[in-house]
Structures are given as structure tokens and as C-alpha cells.
């Protein structure tokens, strides 16, 4: 049975399928060549995975280097969401890479903000953003990018984005822990990735990372935890702890980190009572939430609780708490 899945708590502003619309006005309002043709040729350049992550990422991030251009992002963003039905989502976005034209992360951060803002306003769904630390980042800058999180006083979370392998959660633990204590929401991906050698002890260093992001980073949410439906024990600290995973089940798969989605023991999670939901991570060149459900669902078969669960988890976990 499908579920009718209403709100996304993992969910990349800059990766998604938003940037396909605007990034030709982006070009013009840069004075830059727009170098694509077709709607398309967009699609094609971000899927192909030949083409450096980073380059890859470059051709949106270029072009987003001024306010103006980081309030159309924002707004576009919650614009397109709407459209789509969703009633409340967190869009992530990392200032870091918006600053190569004189923008502060703060500057780049309240820019995104507002034109998210103005976007709810105008469509009228709900939205968290979420500031993220690009982990490649020395500490500095996390503890940087923490302390606009801490500004905003709840108003934004805090998340750790890319690199898991060669940059795991401790590295940015300083800039977390200024986070204690404050009305900032912790999220981090944790369990996606970790370096493949040595292999008899891949999935222990997944499962530590996702401790690691529980214990010490203090997480209200873990982003991708892919092990963890297989591992009791630290099941029962996610649930005990009440923390909430937002998977994303294709993107997983696409990259070539599960062999199937059935190694995720979705249906498993949902039974134990993990407040599990289910994402897109990056709709402009991974799989739309349309086959990620279609796909899990395929694989699943979810039962009617387990077609509730996944409704309801999305408000249940959602880092900002709306009247549904
Ligand atoms: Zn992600």
C-alpha cells in the first residue's frame, strides 16, 4: 500500500529539482552564459556521474553568490514545494559555499531565510530551514556556521552535510556543542558513508558514526542511519532517545551504498516504532519522491499501519512543530 507522504525532512535546496527552474534567470541576472540548452540537458549534466560532484554542484553555487540570487533560490524553493502538496518541509543549504562574492555565511544564511519566508507567506506551508556545515570545513568555520544556528534561536536547525568518510561527526563536535543547551534543533548525516577499506569492519564504523552523532553531537535526528535496522541494540537507543531518522532509501541505492532497499528494513523500523520517514536528498539528479515510494512500496509492501506510520512521522519527527 502507497503512502501519501506530506512533508520532507531531508531535503538539499541547492540539489533539488527548484534549481532546474530558476537557473536560467539566475544566469541572466549574473550576466553569466548560461551554458544548457533544454530543461534536459540540466537533468543530464547533474545525473552524470563522470562529472566531479563538486563541478558538478559549482555550475548552481556560481551563480549564487549575491542576496538577490539566494532570496529567488528560498522562495522558489517553498513555491515549488507547494505545488507539489507538500504542507511543511526542511529545506537544508550550507552558507559556505555562498560566500565567493563578498557575502557573509551570516549574509547568505538571512538572504536564503527570507526568501523562504516570503515564501510561506505567500504559499502557505511551513517551513524549517535547516543551516548546514559542509563538512570538509575546518572546525572554525563550523563553529562559525553553529553560531548563526544559535542566533537564530530555534528559528533554524543545524545540520552536518557531505563527506561522511573522510570527515566523520567528531570533527565538528566543538561547533555541536555550542549548539547545548539552546533552542537549536541538531540533525547530521550519520550511517551513510565511511571509507571502504577495511571491509570487515564497514558497517561497525557506520553504526559508530550514528553514535557518535547521538551521544556526543547530541542529534534530535539522524540523517541516512543506513545500518540501522539491523542493529537491535542501537535501535533501542533511537527509540529511547527518541531521535528520528530521515532515510532516503534511492539515493542510497543510486549511489551504490545498498544493494537493495530491502537492506534498509524499512518496514522493521516502522514496526519498532522509529519515527523513520522516507526522502528524496537531492531531487534535481536523484530519484522524485514519486519512486521512492513507488520503489519502497514495491519492495515493502507496506501494510496499512506502516502506510500511517510513514504519513504521520513526517509531523511526528518534524523539527518544527505545526498544527496539521
Ligand atoms: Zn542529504
Known amino acids: 500500500m502507497r503512502p ?20 536560467p534567470a539566475l544566469y541572466a541576472q549574473a550576466k553569466k552564459k548560461y551554458p544548457f540548452g533544454a530543461k534536459e540537458d540540466i537533468l543530464e549534466f547533474f545525473k552524470n556521474p563522470h562529472i566531479d560532484i563538486v563541478k558538478r554542484f559549482s555550475v548552481i553555487t556560481d551563480v549564487l553568490q549575491t542576496r538577490e540570487s539566494l532570496e529567488i533560490l528560498g522562495f522558489n524553493y517553498v513555491k515549488r514545494r507547494a505545488k507539489e502538496g507538500y504542507s511543511y518541509i526542511e529545506g537544508k543549504f550550507a552558507p559556505q559555499y555562498h560566500t565567493k562574492r563578498g557575502l557573509t555565511m551570516r549574509g547568505a544564511t538571512d538572504a536564503i531565510v527570507q526568501g523562504i519566508r516570503f515564501g510561506e507567506k505567500e504559499f502557505g506551508i511551513s517551513v524549517m530551514p535547516v543551516v548546514c556545515i559542509g563538512r570538509e570545513a575546518d572546525e572554525n568555520t563550523g563553529i562559525e556556521i553553529a553560531k548563526i544556528a544559535v542566533e537564530y534561536d530555534g528559528e533554524i536547525a543545524l545540520d552536518l552535510v557531505c563527506d561522511e ?68 541494540e ?26 537493495s532497499v530491502r537492506d534498509l528494513h524499512i ?58
Open 4 to 23: 501519501e507522504i506530506k512533508g520532507l525532512l531531508h531535503d538539499h535546496i541547492d540539489g533539488s529539482s527548484v534549481v532546474a527552474d530558476i537557473l
Open 165 to 232: 568518510a573522510n570527515h566523520p561527526p567528531e570533527k565538528h563536535l566543538k561547533a555541536y556543542a555550542l549548539t547545548f543547551g539552546t533552542n537549536v534543533k541538531r540533525d547530521c548525516h550519520a550511517g551513510e558513508w565511511v571509507l571502504s577499506e577495511p571491509k570487515e569492519t564497514y558497517k561497525k564504523r557506520l553504526l559508530d558514526n550514528i553514535r557518535t552523532a547521538i551521544f556526543d553531537l547530541r542529534c534530535h535526528g539522524i540523517g541516512h542511519a543506513i545500518p540501522l535496522g539491523s542493529d537491535k
Open 234 to 259: 542501537l535501535m533501542r537507543i533511537v527509540l529511547g532517545e527518541g531521535i528520528r531518522v530521515a532515510g532516503c532509501p534511492l539515493s542510497n541505492l543510486r549511489s551504490g551504498l545498498i544493494e
Open 267 to 324: 518496514d522493521r523500523l516502522l514496526d519498532a516504532g522509529v519515527v523513520y520517514t522516507m526522502n528524496s536528498d537531492d531531487d534535481l539528479f536523484l530519484p522524485p519522491m514519486d519512486e521512492v515510494i513507488s520503489e519502497c512500496d514495491a519492495e515493502h509492501d507496506f501494510s496499512k499501519i506502516q502506510v500511517k506510520k510513514l504519513e504521520e512521522n513526517v509531523f511526528r519527527g518534524a523539527f518544527r512543530k505545526i498544527q496539521s
